[in-house]
């Protein structure tokens, strides 16, 4: 039985790139975030969210930010949430993210060099 990492753990345990190089196995479990928020859509919505009154949104809360409907908004912030880049809690008929600051702590760690 093999223990996989999931992204936000990897990154979480990887030295800063200018300490040390990553391993291809660390690089591949780490990508997932950063191809989450490659997207300008995506990455938005990682700042709206995370920088939201309470630290959490809804989507509700976000649909007037873009140019695009319901679904894809909520297609784009599925795709943040399984890459564990985002909480999710459904409250009634609304879904509310709240970003995980673990998971972008991590990142930034690893890709501003600051040690962990």
Known sequence: ???????????????????EPLSESEA?????LLKALADPVRL???SLVASHEG???????????????????SHHLKVLHEAGLLE???RGVWVYYRARTDALSGLAALIGGQGQ
């Open 55 to 73: 630290g959490e949104a809804c989507v509700c809360d976000l649909n007037d930010a873009f140019e695009l409907s319901q679904p894809t908004i």
């Open 44 to 46: 938005r919505l990682m």
């Open 1 to 19: 039985m093999s223990l996989e990492l999931t992204p936000v753990q990897t990154v979480a345990c990887c030295s800063p790139l200018s300490r």
């Open 28 to 32: 591949e479990g780490i990508v997932p």
């Open 88 to 90: 999710r809690e459904k």
